[in-house]
């Protein structure tokens, strides 16, 4: 135990004497967590806007000042004729307008259904997309609040309700997928680095001559990474907590085992990684490609895995981190207990079995 | 008067799929003795010394080293036996001291004698002005010297010595073996691979590898007699071109 502490203590050595190690370690997490939560975001803020209004009666200034009132859009233009629409969105400024026909407010209170038209620039589509989504809910929900008013009915009313997120947040996605993208790779990658790293200054020899068992050595290894694993979870928990507002609604305590069980994992791929890389160089190479790549794409992290093509939906699985997602949305979000996630903890469970097996072969044969 | 035997091998070879790197070699060590072990690069010498310190297992033959089979009680043999490999293997980002501590640790020294052995070791090798720095910042000479130094800490029976003098200077190099041959007078048994000839002087007796097997066992000097030649050197240009 205490040649294990020693050893254990001179990796810690390592790591705290090594500046890029310090910040893949604590400078990466934070400030991939800042970017994803305020640079990087799916939803829209302070859209510009302009208004064709045909019509310019009560009807059409109380639904455009309901647009303005909301924080989505900002009113830049009101037009005059149709000519003008293309010209704006030529300019740039302007990523959506607004066409309500003539007399607007007598359809509505005759219901006879008048017409608005979206007009969107799509140069950039997911704007498009969701700022016309938006106005389209504020419109919708005007022409509601108009009929509930004059105690009339029209025909089918759509509630939708976005369960879990109402507000349609994307800080909610964000930080398990950051969550799942340092763990792997402080996990996986600074492991298998600094394996391939004893084996290239030649200690690893050394080493394996002495008295201690191979196992030890890897155990010794792996062990500070699963501490500072940890330490980096908190840390994005806390930071998508008390910075963005996200709830855990599950329990704390399954969150931290989910955690670990996802840490042993990404180790156990760090290891596997270094028996067959020799050098540093290739460790990061193996990592970067075979592990950050697929996880930052297949892992559901991004990209939704159901809107992908089958093959690639097939491959997902085998992406550890699809399932630590999965499981670390529904105990966060969902406030899932571990009823609801066995069957995601015990394919994460029994793939880490499977790297540790496949890693200890591998072992055993480089040693003879 | 006859010594024991401290290392035995008989008839060990390794094999990697078709290629055979060692041919059934055998040999013995005295206690005591500086051996060296000679051959070109590629010849099979640190392949078959891996099969000596227990971390490559032979395909056929043994090896008894310090009185134990390697291939039985590997571990038995690792306390008494001491390793250094051709890059020197202490770690750049360790201090002199650091790194003692953590040498001496592995092989389970008391901290009481660990602390000991760095005072007296930093001492000997007048390092005292540079104990706290890092190893990466000192000279390969006395890089190498302190990794031979940190692999006798546990006074191992036999030190296994692999290339030790690649790419330092002859200065440095002479004082080197001064170290080796002062541990071999305290009964320490050196074996010492190396592609230097000339310090095939040196040694009480060498064997030189050629293609996997052992061509030639002897005192330096008996060898120089048996082919007629006045350097080692040129006893093994000789033996090099017999076999072709």
Same mark, same amino acid.
């Given at each position: 135990?205490?040649?294990?502490?020693?050893?254990?203590?001179?990796?810690?050595?390592?790591?705290?004497?090594?500046?890029?190690?310090?910040?893949?370690?604590?400078?990466?997490?934070?400030?991939?967590?800042?970017?994803?939560?305020?640079?990087?975001?799916?939803?829209?803020?302070?859209?510009?806007?302009?208004?064709?209004?045909?019509?310019?009666?009560?009807?059409? $200034?109380?639904?455009?000042?309901?647009?303005?009132?909301?924080?989505?859009?900002?009113?830049?233009?009101?037009?005059?004729?149709?000519?003008?629409?293309?010209?704006?969105?030529?300019?740039?400024?302007?990523?959506?307008?607004?066409?309500?026909?003539?007399?607007?407010?007598?359809?509505?209170?005759?219901?006879?259904?008048?017409?608005?038209?979206?007009?969107?620039?799509?140069?950039?589509?997911?704007?498009?997309?969701?700022?016309?989504?938006?106005?389209?809910?504020?419109?919708?929900?005007?022409?509601?609040?108009?009929?509930?008013?004059?105690?009339?009915?029209?025909?089918?009313?759509?509630?939708?309700?976005?369960?879990?997120?109402?507000?349609?947040?994307?800080?909610?996605?964000?930080?398990?997928?950051?969550?799942?993208?340092?763990?792997?790779?402080?996990?996986?990658?600074?492991?298998?680095?600094?394996?391939?790293?004893?084996?290239?200054?030649?200690?690893?020899?050394?080493?394996?001559?002495?008295?201690?068992?191979?196992?030890?050595?890897?155990?010794?290894?792996?062990?500070?990474?699963?501490?500072?694993?940890?330490?980096?979870?908190?840390?994005?928990?806390?930071?998508?907590?008390?910075?963005?507002?996200?709830?855990?609604?599950?329990?704390?305590?399954?969150?931290?085992?989910?955690?670990?069980?996802?840490?042993?994992?990404?180790?156990?791929?760090?290891?596997?990684?270094?028996?067959?890389?020799?050098?540093?160089?290739?460790?990061?190479?193996?990592?970067?490609?075979?592990?950050?790549?697929?996880?930052?794409?297949?892992?559901?992290?991004?990209?939704?895995?159901?809107?992908?093509?089958?093959?690639?939906?097939?491959?997902?699985?085998?992406?550890?981190? $699809?399932?630590?997602?999965?499981?670390?949305?529904?105990?966060?979000? $969902?406030?899932?207990?571990?009823?609801?996630?066995?069957?995601?903890?015990?394919?994460?469970?029994?793939?880490?079995?499977?790297?540790?097996?496949?890693?200890?072969?591998?072992?055993?044969?480089?040693?003879? | 008067?006859?010594?024991?035997?401290?290392?035995?091998?008989?008839?060990?070879?390794?094999?990697?799929?078709?290629?055979?790197?060692?041919?059934?070699?055998?040999?013995?060590?005295?206690?005591?003795?500086?051996?060296?072990?000679?051959?070109?690069?590629?010849?099979?010498?640190?392949?078959?010394?891996?099969?000596?310190?227990?971390?490559?297992?032979?395909?056929?033959?043994?090896?008894?080293?310090?009185?134990?089979?390697?291939?039985?009680?590997?571990?038995?043999?690792?306390?008494?036996?001491?390793?250094?490999?051709?890059?020197?293997?202490?770690?750049?980002?360790?201090?002199?001291?650091?790194?003692?501590?953590?040498?001496?640790?592995?092989?389970?020294?008391?901290?009481?004698?660990?602390?000991?052995?760095?005072?007296?070791?930093?001492?000997?090798?007048?390092?005292?002005?540079?104990?706290?720095?890092?190893?990466?910042?000192?000279?390969?000479?006395?890089?190498?010297?302190?990794?031979?130094?940190?692999?006798?800490?546990?006074?191992? $029976?036999?030190?296994?010595?692999?290339?030790?003098?690649?790419?330092?200077?002859?200065?440095?190099?002479?004082?080197?073996?001064?170290?080796?041959?002062?541990?071999?007078?305290?009964?320490?048994?050196?074996?010492?691979?190396?592609?230097?000839?000339?310090?095939?002087?040196?040694?009480?007796?060498?064997?030189?590898?050629?293609?996997?097997?052992?061509?030639?066992?002897?005192?330096?000097?008996?060898?120089?007699?048996?082919?007629?030649?006045?350097?080692?050197?040129?006893?093994?240009?000789?033996?090099?071109?017999?076999?072709?």
């Amino acid at each position: 135990m205490k040649r294990f502490l020693g050893f254990v203590k001179k990796e810690f050595y390592h790591i705290f004497r090594d500046k890029r190690s310090i910040f893949i370690l604590f400078g990466m997490p934070i400030i991939q967590i800042m970017l994803f939560g305020f640079a990087i975001t799916n939803e829209i803020n302070n859209v510009n806007i302009a208004i064709l209004d045909k019509s310019n009666d009560a009807e059409t $200034k109380q639904l455009i000042a309901k647009i303005d009132a909301s924080h989505y859009f900002n009113i830049e233009q009101k037009l005059q004729s149709d000519n003008e629409i293309e010209t704006v969105f030529k300019k740039g400024k302007i990523k959506l307008v607004l066409v309500f026909e003539k007399d607007f407010g007598q359809k509505l209170t005759n219901q006879s259904q008048p017409k608005i038209q979206i007009v969107s620039d799509a140069t950039d589509p997911n704007v498009a997309n969701t700022a016309t989504n938006y106005v389209n809910a504020i419109i919708q929900n005007y022409i509601q609040e108009e009929n509930q008013g004059n105690g009339q009915q029209s025909g089918l009313v759509i509630d939708s309700r976005f369960l879990y997120n109402p507000d349609m947040r994307s800080v909610y996605t964000f930080v398990p997928g950051v969550m799942t993208v340092i763990l792997m790779l402080v996990s996986a990658m600074m492991t298998s680095i600094s394996i391939a790293r004893e084996k290239e200054i030649g200690t690893m020899e050394v080493l394996l001559v002495s008295p201690l068992h191979p196992f030890q050595v890897i155990l010794g290894k792996v062990f500070p990474y699963v501490f500072l694993s940890l330490i980096n979870a908190t840390v994005i928990v806390s930071l998508g907590v008390f910075v963005f507002g996200m709830p855990i609604r599950g329990s704390l305590f399954l969150l931290a085992a989910e955690s670990v069980l996802f840490i042993i994992t990404a180790l156990s791929l760090g290891i596997l990684i270094s028996t067959v890389a020799q050098s540093q160089q290739t460790a990061m190479l193996i990592s970067m490609m075979g592990l950050m790549l697929p996880v930052i794409i297949l892992s559901g992290f991004i990209f939704p895995i159901a809107s992908m093509p089958l093959p690639m939906q097939i491959m997902s699985n085998i992406i550890p981190a $699809k399932w630590f997602i999965i499981i670390i949305k529904a105990i966060m979000l $969902k406030g899932s207990d571990f009823s609801l996630v066995w069957k995601e903890t015990l394919i994460l469970l029994g793939m880490t079995l499977f790297y540790i097996l496949l890693s200890v072969k591998k072992y055993k044969i480089r040693l003879e | 008067m006859e010594q024991e035997n401290i290392i035995q091998v008989n008839e060990l070879t390794k094999k990697f799929g078709d290629f055979v790197a060692v041919k059934g070699i055998s040999f013995e060590v005295k206690k005591g003795e500086i051996f060296g072990f000679l051959g070109a690069n590629g010849a099979g010498k640190t392949t078959a010394m891996k099969m000596l310190i227990g971390i490559s297992k032979p395909t056929s033959g043994m090896a008894i080293v310090a009185g134990l089979n390697v291939a039985q009680s590997a571990n038995e043999v690792k306390k008494n036996i001491g390793y250094m490999s051709q890059k020197f293997s202490l770690y750049d980002d360790l201090t002199i001291k650091e790194n003692i501590r953590f040498f001496g640790g592995i092989y389970g020294l008391k901290p009481k004698t660990i602390q000991e052995k760095t005072i007296d070791l930093i001492q000997r090798l007048e390092l005292e002005k540079v104990a706290d720095e890092r190893v990466g910042q000192l000279p390969l000479g006395w890089k190498q010297k302190l990794a031979f130094s940190v692999a006798l800490l546990h006074e191992p $029976k036999i030190v296994f010595l692999d290339e030790p003098t690649g790419g330092v200077d002859p200065v440095t190099r002479r004082q080197f073996w001064e170290m080796i041959d002062e541990e071999a007078h305290n009964g320490t048994t050196i074996f010492v691979t190396t592609h230097y000839m000339d310090e095939a002087e040196y040694c009480n007796r060498v064997s030189i590898m050629v293609d996997g097997k052992i061509e030639a066992l002897d005192t330096p000097k008996k060898l120089k007699e048996q082919f007629k030649v006045s350097s080692m050197n040129d006893v093994f240009l000789k033996l090099a071109r017999n076999i072709e």
